[in-house]
């Protein structure tokens, strides 16, 4: 192709003026720097996502079934039982039915309504909240088999309670059953007493705040439902197996009156969040690039001027007027995809050191923070996407080049 010759002829050529190849390399200068930030943020953005899905694994199990009509759901023990030992069995690791309400905790003059999720035997295979443990032992009873809970941090901080064998806080619950007295108010409740067996810490907010785990079949009591009634059942998934198969055979196994979700679903809120700040942050630095891409004009408008002479002479050789104008279009396409293409290869370098060697670490106090370094990851999706915009950008670019090249 004639046009795309010449133009990366006169690309890669020395200019005759020595303004117009140090215009041009300042030109490719900044497609590449633009592009090559919008590669490194979008990883930064990444790498946040996948420090929240982590500390998300804590509490959130990869899979959790949930009722489609009604709060709760009968036979809840044996569905999970089923899930571990019956045809998907191949898919689950661990099945544990779990039950969540509100309720109150009040240790001395302290009180805070609290989350209370009873977790049955088994939750640890499901969740890794053990792991997060900052004070204690991650316990729902004593060794000597007196009920306990493990606190969050906020629940923790706010009642001003700590693992003690000795002090259990008082938890009550509204009845769900029987007639309300307001005459006697204490009546309508109904109340347990349990240790503080340990206080953990996930790093997420809407769990940190005001959240205690303690026995399913306490909670169960506390809470007036019978025996095998669950909220949900949360499911581990065998590492060898793909979470996309596991779900779809888990939800055709136990039928339409469940939903299954991922731990992102279980999540929507704050995985949305993050997807919106990226892309609306793609969205900024994409004008960046587009704006970047347009110094590129005023170095085609001068090379225009110095290959006048060379024009004349291809239209006097019978190039029509839309060959040479085709010859400054890929002009301006190669010089923004070269330089975008660049930025996207140093970017990647700079993104993949990052995230193997940890070279730039955050400000603060290392040992309250849960990573040192900026947090990186590179998706492919992303690079193919910066592409495809410094591709739509060359293009823009090479059109009014062609354009310009006319007059």
């Known amino acids: 192709m004639l046009p795309l010759r010449i133009a990366l002829r006169y690309l890669f050529s020395r200019k005759s003026h020595n303004a117009v190849n140090i ?39 990869e899979l959790k079934a949930l009722p489609v009509e009604g709060k709760v759901i009968g036979g809840a023990d044996s569905i999970a039982s089923a899930l571990v030992s019956g045809p998907t069995s191949r898919y689950v690791a661990a099945a544990v039915p779990t039950l969540e309400e509100q309720a109150l905790v009040i240790r001395g003059e302290a009180q805070m309504p609290v989350t209370l999720k009873g977790v049955a035997d088994g939750y640890e295979e ?21 009920p306990a809970m493990a606190l969050s941090v906020g629940a923790a901080i706010e009642l001003g309670a700590r693992p003690d064998a000795y002090n259990p806080v008082a938890v009550y619950a509204p009845r769900r059953r029987g007639r309300i007295s307001a005459a006697n108010a204490m009546n309508s409740f109904r109340t347990d007493s349990m240790l503080v067996a340990g206080v953990w810490q996930v790093e997420q907010a809407e769990y940190d705040a005001a959240f205690a785990i303690t026995g399913i079949e306490r909670a169960r009591r506390l809470f007036d439902y019978t025996s095998g009634e669950a909220s949900a059942i949360e ?18 196994a136990l039928g339409p009156q469940w939903r299954v979700l991922t731990r992102e679903e279980q999540q929507t809120a704050s995985f949305r969040m993050i997807a919106v700040e990226k892309w609306i942050t793609f969205l900024m630095l994409a004008f960046i690039v587009l704006i970047a891409s347009f110094n590129v004009v005023s170095t085609l408008t001068m090379l225009i001027i110095e290959k006048r002479d060379n024009m004349a002479t291809l239209r006097a050789m019978g190039a029509t007027p839309h060959t040479t104008s085709a010859i400054f279009f890929w002009e301006g396409w190669l010089i923004s995809v070269l ?29 309250k923070l849960t990573v040192s370094a900026y947090p990186v990851e590179v998706h492919i999706g992303d690079l193919v996407v910066v592409a495809l915009l410094v591709v739509l950008v ?3 670019v090479g059109a009014i080049a062609g354009r310009l090249s006319r007059r």
Do not use: H, M
Request: glycine share 12%; proline share 4%.
């Open 23 to 61: 215009i041009s390399i300042v030109a490719v200068a900044g497609v590449t720097v633009a592009t090559l930030a919008t590669v490194c943020v979008l990883s930064v953005f990444n790498g946040f996502a996948g420090l929240a899905s982590g500390r998300l694994s804590l509490i959130d199990p």
């Open 126 to 146: 499901v969740c890794s909240v053990d792991s997060a443990v900052i004070d204690g032992v991650f316990a729902v009873e004593d060794p000597y088999g007196y």
């Open 235 to 252: 499911i581990a998934v065998r590492p060898s197996e793909s979470l996309a198969e596991a779900r779809k055979a888990i939800a055709a």
């Open 339 to 367: 330089g975008g293409a660049a930025g996207i290869v140093i970017g990647v370098a700079l993104c993949l050191a990052q995230q193997y060697l940890g070279w730039i670490r955050l400000n603060g106090d290392p040992t």
């Open 394 to 396: 060359g293009t823009l």
